[in-house]
DNA sequence: CGTGTAAGGAATTCTGACACG
DNA sequence: CGTGTAAGGAATTCTGACACG
């Protein structure tokens, strides 16, 4: 029930260009995302990003909040947020 | 129940190299099951193909099925067998 | 029948940079 | 800060063909 094997969702295999295309934002915007570390696609050995659906689910998030107004430095802070409220699940003070 | 959204096994996304490092065929061989209608990728407009995480599975069935020295045209033949099966269940004669 | 290979062209992706603001 | 663009190189993919068997 809690742990799950790594589905489709998470498998790294789609380039920039249909991102792209799927996404609705340019090639530019998704290389600034992953700088300003929001999105972390794959490396394949010559170096070609690689994005999961869940990644695409994730960009979809950052520009809904984008539209809102939201910086990347903002949005940074919530997924930091988050990472942290999962690391108090694992390890959990007493 | 009997129907379902089409899930992120099917989204046609993934490119022939990828494909060929995954299932660990040749693109020629890839392509040839294609020119023999047992897998059917879709086209970008400037001609791509491009594959869905299905694919992948019905690829790797192919190949499982080659190795056991099964033709590509028989292979082809349980498909069109299991297709009419379909066929039947939607147009059920009486 | 099934697969390898060399050939040439066209589209993709990458990085670092300059630009505007 | 967030995004556009031109630049040049490197890797990808495509098709049609010849080869072996």
Redesign the pocket.
């Given at each position: 029930m809690s742990v799950q094997a790594i589905s489709y969702k998470d498998k790294k295999v789609i380039?920039?260009?249909?991102v792209?295309k799927i996404t609705g934002i340019?090639?530019?915007?998704i290389?600034?995302?992953e700088e300003?570390e929001l999105i972390f696609p794959k490396r394949?050995e010559?170096?070609?990003?690689k994005y999961s659906f869940g990644d695409i689910e994730r960009l979809m998030d950052i520009i809904e909040k984008?539209e809102d107004g939201v910086?990347?430095?903002e949005i940074r802070q919530d997924l930091l947020k988050k990472e942290r409220r999962l690391d108090g699940k694992k390890f959990q003070v007493i």
């Amino acid at each position: 029930m809690s742990v799950q094997a790594i589905s489709y969702k998470d498998k790294k295999v789609i380039s920039i260009g249909d991102v792209s295309k799927i996404t609705g934002i340019t090639e530019r915007q998704i290389r600034y995302y992953e700088e300003r570390e929001l999105i972390f696609p794959k490396r394949t050995e010559r170096g070609t990003r690689k994005y999961s659906f869940g990644d695409i689910e994730r960009l979809m998030d950052i520009i809904e909040k984008r539209e809102d107004g939201v910086q990347t430095f903002e949005i940074r802070q919530d997924l930091l947020k988050k990472e942290r409220r999962l690391d108090g699940k694992k390890f959990q003070v007493i």
